[in-house]
């Protein structure tokens, strides 16, 4: 795009000398914003406000920047941007901005920018956010406005920021997997679109990954001085409100749900059943606390809704709320789980004079105080514009080697007064120097619109009550912090028009809001916390060396199948401080039983719950809502994730039994579990019993991507100790060891035609166990005269199972035969199409018709080869007896032993003579 530069001798405003109280080490650039009334979708709310459409974002704002003398510049009208409409008018030029990050060296900025407007009354033509980058940020130079290339198009794009790596970070409400068909992503409120969470572009080749599938929005991100990505997400897991509203009072929401078979644009569509004790398709999280036919008696109801900080690595690893704090280091209130269980204990700290705050919005790191954060704590309520009272979380950063500190360490503490004596807060903003900026507004009450209607009712006189100005904060009665001087003199009203679209609306002498301040600064790129994760734990380690793998295998093998593996050592452990769930916890068995070797980690005495699976969910656009008509044929655009039980058909985890929980891992005795998942996908998970009851719920929605390792010592991560204060388990995740065993093939023989087979052979198989020996296994070719191809020597193992490879031999059809010492070779029944790099499966035990010619015979309770050719010539003879006799009562490794038990007696003629007259049959 060409950049369109202006002298910067025009559009500059002189601005009253700054009181000396609020002089700025450094230029602040920031954005103007006409003001609108709060509602769902709107610019100033504190979730789902990524709309660019002129409902959601009046236009007329711009882009400016502060410098320390009280210069001030306004960056897009300097660059041509903006409406040029008469008297106020916003037509196809207007703009509106938001959100500017400042580079790493300080001489550019990205920011996000909405252009265009109705021109006329009923033009409804949406308008996205996109991403641009002005340049010359100084005092003396022409600033210059570009878009940046690559980004998704027709989807609004906000929040971007600089990684420290050449790549944006920002989040979009382009669905996940950029289906179109799938926009918009609605969140788990009240169905609202929403984004989908934070992306990374690398602006020069397009590749654009996400980084986190968020099903109700991410928010503010920034890199601290760590390396972290750090951000505000609103976490709202739990059933659909539209259906628990039309539930409770049917035909008053007017919004009615249905569910979609799959991900997939021409899927099945069904109605959901209303009728009490019908869950629809939902069955995770448990009902929310109305619906009363749903949930037991003994269990209160989920509605998770709280904005929590998160971490993670730019690459989008290590995702975890920031060092693991938690609802029982910083929310006032949350209920227990069951309420049978005088063990479980509800948290409620009102009334107590601790600190808490209820929501973390807009978080920045102090620059003067590395590991302190600033952030609004605000009512998720629309009439407010996510603006309430300041906060701040100290030691809550790294340690020595990049080790988060311990969140039972951090402390948080009030900056402003939570009375909102003094008014509200937006965007606070620590500076270099330690001053503190903010949007403030006197105003505290709900917001509302404050103007008039014409009496023909065509045209709206709008003004709204908050008015947000940059200001300093100064200290006041301690340790409370309050808005003091201006950073600008008045910027000039404006008059105000446009289409909203079915009515004019007007504001006369209105003064834009002021929001969003970055302050323009170099900063060190940090290196502390790496953009790629470090090593994995011993214990994790071990656990993949015992299966015979090393972890950059494991690694590639995920990547190269877009998934990822979690891993937990020991999950009847959990964090002391989280009594609000079950504790008292053991490992049984699929049959319910408690064996004495079986982990339990018992807290206090009373219940003891058995816990034996894990069960997975994973976040699918499925729920859909009906359009005009309520017609399910012609529903609304989009749909919104509600979790099923895993079944991604890549995560290909040990088979489970159909008695057992729907996408489900078993937890062996040790405690330890492990599982393979779908990558850059919202999952979540339960410990559930033997009869599928859920024990112990995740209340978070996590994302990880591909090649991924995430391990975690316990269920509940500890951050001083267990139930019993405890350290954290350390023993080696047996269920990693065994899980990795399932796919080993797979990686080991990734290059070659590989295949596992599965046989018996009748003298070595005792009903229980083969005797260990050695056999030959053949490709042959698939046509006439039936070449052998290729062949490998392996060693039988106790279960008659193996992995082979076959080095020198092509993708292609085969037969497969397997070719024993004093056995009848044995060939597949039929020809496999065997490919490079994935592992096939030939199974001679499955049916006498396995074999070619059914030459197999039923021995100790298995389908197996004959044994009893012991010279080898493919026929069970005369010949073979003449050897036989010859070697009769002798030991040692002979021919004639038939069921390896070192001599030759009367057990292996009882073998041999049951096979007798029996040849090798084949094509």
Same mark, same amino acid.
């Given at each position: ?201 690398? +602006? ?6 996400? *980084? ?6 991410? /928010? ?25 509203? +039309? ?11 249905? !569910? ?43 509605? /998770? !809704? ?7 690595? #730019? ?13 029982? +280091? ?14 479980? *204990? ?12 209820? !929501? ?121 912090? &309050? ?20 009515? *004019? ?8 809001? +002021? ?24 214990? #994790?380690?071990? @656990?993949?060396?015992? @299966?015979? %793998? ?12 877009? %998934? ?39 807290? @206090? ?28 044929? !012609? ?8 979790? %099923? ?22 937890? /062996? ?10 990558? &850059? ?36 991560? %500890? ?131 396995? @074999? ?68 090798? *049959?084949?094509?």
């Amino acid at each position: 795009m060409k950049k369109i530069i202006f002298s910067t001798s025009l559009f500059l405003i002189s601005l009253l000398s700054l009181n000396s109280k609020a002089a700025l080490p450094n230029p602040i650039i920031f954005v103007t914003q006409v003001p609108m009334a709060g509602g769902h979708n709107a610019i100033g709310d504190p979730f789902a406000n990524h709309l660019g459409d002129i409902q959601n974002v009046r236009r007329g704002g711009d882009l400016y920047i502060l410098y320390p003398d009280g210069t001030l510049k306004n960056l897009t009208q300097l660059c041509g941007f903006g409406s040029t409409g008469a008297n106020g008018f916003q037509d196809q030029n207007s703009i509106a901005v938001r959100e500017p990050s400042v580079s790493w060296d300080g001489t550019k900025a990205l920011f996000s920018m909405v252009k265009g407007a109705p021109t006329s009354l009923h033009d409804n033509t949406h308008y996205y956010w996109q991403i641009y980058e002005v340049t010359n940020l100084g005092q003396n130079q022409s600033p210059s406005i570009r878009k940046i290339n690559n980004q998704p198009l027709n989807y609004n794009n906000v929040s971007p920021i600089y990684g420290t790596n050449g790549r944006i970070i920002f989040a979009t409400d382009m669905p996940r997997g950029g289906a179109p068909y799938l926009y918009p992503q609605y969140d788990e409120y009240h169905g609202q679109p929403t984004n989908t969470g934070l992306w990374s572009l690398d +602006e020069i080749s397009g590749d654009l990954i996400q *980084l986190d599938h968020s099903p109700s929005g991410d /928010f503010s991100p920034f890199i601290d001085s760590y390396g972290r990505v750090i951000f505000s997400r609103w976490d709202h897991l739990r059933r659909d409100g539209n259906v628990d509203d +039309e539930f409770a009072h049917p035909g008053v929401n007017k919004i009615y749900p249905f !569910n979609f078979a799959d991900e997939t644009q021409n899927a099945l569509r069904t109605q959901i059943d209303y009728t009490p004790g019908n869950p629809g398709i939902e069955s995770f999280p448990e009902p929310q606390g109305n619906r009363t036919d749903l949930l037991p008696g003994n269990l209160n109801g989920q509605e /998770f !809704n709280i904005f929590f900080p998160w971490n993670m690595n #730019e690459n989008g690893t290590s995702m975890e709320t920031i060092n693991h704090i938690g609802r029982h +280091e910083m929310s006032p209130f949350f209920t227990k789980n069951f309420t049978d269980d005088p063990n479980l *204990l509800s948290i409620n700290r009102f009334g107590t004079g601790g600190t808490f705050v209820s !929501n973390t919005l807009q978080p920045r790191e102090d620059p003067s105080s590395q590991g302190t954060y600033f952030a609004i704590d605000a009512a998720t309520s629309l009439n407010y514009h996510g603006a309430g009272y300041i906060f701040k979380m100290s030691n809550a950063g790294l340690g020595a080697g990049g080790t988060p500190l311990n969140a039972d360490n951090t402390t948080l503490s009030f900056v402003t007064r939570t009375t909102f004596t003094f008014g509200r807060y937006k965007n606070v903003l620590p500076l270099v120097n330690g001053t503190l900026v903010a949007a403030h507004s006197d105003t505290t009450s709900i917001e509302a619109e404050i103007g008039t209607v014409s009496a023909t009712r065509d045209t709206i006189y709008s003004k709204c009550k908050y008015s947000f100005r940059l200001k300093t904060l100064i200290a006041e009665t301690a340790p409370y912090y &309050r808005a003091n001087t201006l950073l600008t003199s008045s910027i000039p009203t404006k008059n105000i028009k446009f289409y909203n679209p079915d009515t *004019l609306v007007v504001m006369n002498a209105v003064r834009l809001w +002021e929001l969003d301040p970055c302050e323009v600064v170099s900063r060190t790129v940090p290196t502390t916390n790496p953009i790629n994760p470090g090593s994995l734990p011993a214990q #994790e380690t071990t @656990a993949i060396t015992n @299966a015979g %793998l090393t972890v950059t295998q494991v690694k590639n093998y995920l990547t190269q199948n877009n %998934l990822s593996l979690i891993v937990s050592r020991n999950v009847t452990t959990r964090d002391g401080h989280d009594k609000q769930q079950p504790f008292n916890l053991r490992v049984v068995d699929t049959n319910g039983t408690y064996q004495n070797n079986y982990a339990q980690t018992i807290g @206090a005495s009373g219940k003891v719950y058995d816990i034996s699976h894990l069960q997975i969910f994973q976040a699918d656009q499925v729920r859909g809502y009906m359009g005009p008509n309520n017609d399910i044929n !012609n529903p609304l655009p989009g749909r919104r994730p509600i979790p %099923l039980p895993l079944h991604d058909p890549s995560a290909k985890n040990p088979n489970i039994n159909p008695n057992e929980p729907k996408g489900s891992v078993r937890i /062996f005795s040790d405690g330890s579990l492990a599982a393979f998942v779908p990558s &850059r996908r919202a999952l979540s998970w339960q410990m559930t019993d033997t009869s599928k009851t859920a024990i112990v719920r995740e209340r978070f929605w996590l994302t990880f991507q591909p090649g991924e390792i995430v391990t975690c010592n316990s269920c509940h991560g %500890l951050n001083t100790g267990d139930q019993l204060n405890h350290p954290k388990p350390t023993n080696v995740p047996a269920a990693l060891t065994s899980l990795l065993n399932t796919i080993k093939p797979s990686i080991v023989f990734a290059n070659q035609v590989s295949l596992k087979v599965i046989f018996s052979i009748q003298g070595l198989w005792n009903g229980t166990n083969l005797s260990s020996d050695t056999v030959r296994v053949y490709l042959r070719s698939s046509s006439a005269p039936y070449n052998k191809i290729d062949s490998v020597v392996k060693v039988v193992n106790s279960q008659g199972n193996d992995s082979v490879s076959f080095a020198n031999a092509p993708a292609g059809t085969y037969y497969v035969s397997i070719k024993h010492r004093n056995s009848l070779e044995t060939w597949s029944a039929a020809t496999q199409s065997l490919p490079i790099g994935s592992y096939s499966v030939i199974d001679l035990t499955t049916g006498q018709n396995s @074999a070619y010619g059914n030459n197999l015979i039923f021995s100790n309770g298995q389908w197996c080869m004959y044994s009893g050719d012991i010279d080898g010539d493919g026929i069970i003879n005369g010949n073979d007896f003449t050897v036989f006799s010859s070697q009769f009562a002798q030991t040692g490794y002979l021919n004639s032993d038939l069921n390896n038990d070192g001599i030759v007696n009367g057990n292996d003629f009882t073998v041999f003579s049951t096979g007798f007259g029996h040849q090798s *049959l084949h094509p």
